[in-house]
């Protein structure tokens, strides 16, 4: 190869080939889901306040970790998508015991509600077990206005800057991240600004600007 792609700096950066040029190209979602975004892609002032997270149902994925700060937040909302199915999701809830404030789905076609519902979208994923190399999800939230909790290493943090669009947290912290979801719950000024800097930073992870960064790369 005299090229080699990749999804993030922080992917290219667990390589060191000698002879290929290394590009970062980032990720950009299908047009569609971005069409959908333009319905609610402000922020959320409804009630109540509602927290979302989807992923996979792994440990290291931070179910676990979500279900104990739904548990400590009964005032809040929850949401959990799992790409998993129903039987699984079942078997799931019979072990953990969720609280009533959180209620947990099987995988879903249709995602856009679940964004359209949140106020806070999080990726709890353990940095001691896996390393996100992006963060699809955490972009589509960031297309929907919302702000996120995601953790502090690999190509999720190139998605977000701490403090800005959301915050950098380890999931293995539960006592911080409680803390700044009670910050952004009792701070309309801080969610709002949250919400507007999200949105704008996910615009830079813009389709177009995807086929440009690769027009470059086979033009020349």
Not at 3 to 30: D, E, G, M, R
Not at 63 to 70: D, G, H, S, T
Not at 123 to 146: H, K
Request: glycine content about 4%; overall charge positive.
């Amino acid at each position: 190869a005299s090229k080699i792609l990749f999804v993030s700096k922080y992917v290219a950066s667990q390589f060191s080939f000698k002879k290929p040029t290394s590009i970062t190209v980032y990720n950009a979602l299908p047009e569609t889901f971005v069409e959908q975004t333009k319905a609610i892609n402000i922020e959320n002032t409804s009630a109540p306040f509602t927290v979302l997270m989807l992923c996979s149902l792994k440990a290291y994925k931070g179910v676990y970790e979500y279900i104990k700060i739904a548990k400590a937040l009964p005032k809040i909302k929850f949401l959990l998508v799992l790409n998993t199915t129903q039987t699984e999701v079942d078997k799931f809830k019979s072990e953990v015991s969720p609280s009533e404030n959180c209620i947990l789905y099987s995988a879903q076609k249709d995602t856009i509600q679940f964004y359209k519902q949140a106020h806070l979208v999080m990726n709890l994923s353990r940095p001691d077990q896996w390393i996100e190399t992006f963060g699809m999800t955490v972009l589509e939230a960031m297309y929907c206005g919302r702000p996120v909790i995601v953790p502090p290493v690999g190509g999720v943090v190139e998605l977000v800057d701490d403090g800005v669009e959301g915050y950098r947290i380890d999931s293995r912290n539960l006592d911080e991240v409680i803390r700044k979801i009670e910050n952004i719950t009792t701070n309309y000024a801080i969610y709002k600004r949250l919400s507007l800097a999200a949105y704008k930073k996910a615009n830079s992870f813009s389709q177009a600007i995807f086929q440009q960064q690769l027009m470059k790369v086979f033009g020349s």
